[in-house]
C-alpha cells in the first residue's frame, strides 16, 4: 500500500483523544530515520526556551500541527510517527514546567506498515522543509534530502521509490530547485561536493 492509499480514509482509521504527554514517545522506524539527519539541527535561529505562559501555545501547536500514533500490543504508551516539530516542543516544555499534561493526538487503530510508518514522517519532514522553507543553505537541503530518503549520493533522489510517491510530479533535480527558485549547482549532498555534479 503507498502512502496516497493509506490516506485515502485515514479518519476512517482512528481517532483524536486527548493524550497524557508521558505517554508519548518516538517510533523505532521514525527514530532511526531522524537518525540519519537531526531535523532540529535544520531549524533556523535558536531554540525557543518555553515558559509557563506558553502553555496554550504548546497546545495550540498540539492542534495546528496534531501528531499522529499508534498503540503497540495493548501498551498505554503513544508510539509517534507524526507531528514531529509539535512533538519536540511539548518534548522541551513537560521536562521544564511539567504544566502541559495532555493534548490531542490522533491514535491510529492499528500500527501501519514500516514503509506506512517512515513515509508519513518523510512526508512530513520533507513538507516542511521544502514548502516552509526552513533552511536557507540548498547544499544542506540536499545533504537532509539524501539522509532522510537514506539515499546513496550516487543515485538519483527523484528516482527514489518514497519520493516518488510524495512529489510524483517533480522528477529531477532540476525541477525542485525551479520549484524552489534556487541553483542546481549548489543543489549537492556532501559526499558530492567538489566532484561532479550528478
Partial sequence: MNLS???????????????????????????????????????KGLPLLDSKQDYGLILLDAIQQPIIGYKKNGDERIKVLSGIFTYHRILQHISSEKMLTAVPVFILDKPPTREIRELLLLNELTRNLLKQCFLGSSSQLADHLYAWFD????????????????????KTKQELCDWLGISSKTFIPFALRGKTNE
Fill in 5 to 43: 492509499v493509506f490516506a485515502q480514509n485515514l479518519l476512517s482509521k482512528g481517532q483524536f483523544v486527548n493524550t497524557d504527554v508521558e505517554l508519548l514517545e518516538l517510533d523505532d522506524v521514525c527514530r532511526k530515520l531522524l537518525d540519519r539527519s537531526s531535523y532540529v539541527a535544520s531549524l
Fill in 151 to 170: 539515499c546513496p549520493v550516487h543515485e538519483s533522489l527523484f528516482q527514489h521509490e518514497h519520493w516518488q510517491q510524495i512529489f510524483p510530479s517533480i
